[in-house]
């Protein structure tokens, strides 16, 4: 489990406070909890609600997230993109 919580971290730490906002607004919400806890006690729920988002905002601003932060830290798109299907 600490583990699980020290990855995830590690990932909203390159990722930033913004991307840990979007899930928390629109799949925490939907799951009741904010989304660093469900990664611990549902993970697999927490993968499924995310997967049902079906807001065109959410995913624009996921992606511009992710581009961003990729651009930012001159890491490739194609490592953060797989970084994130990891956690």
Known sequence: MKL???VWDDFCRLMGAEFVAVLDYYV???????VREAVVCCPERLKEEICNVYCPAFWDM???????????????LRLVLDWFNEV
């Open 28 to 34: 925490g919400a939907r799951l009741g909890m904010p």
């Open 62 to 76: 996921l992606l511009k997230i992710i581009l961003r932060t990729a651009k930012k830290n001159g890491v490739s």
């Open 4 to 6: 699980v919580l020290r």
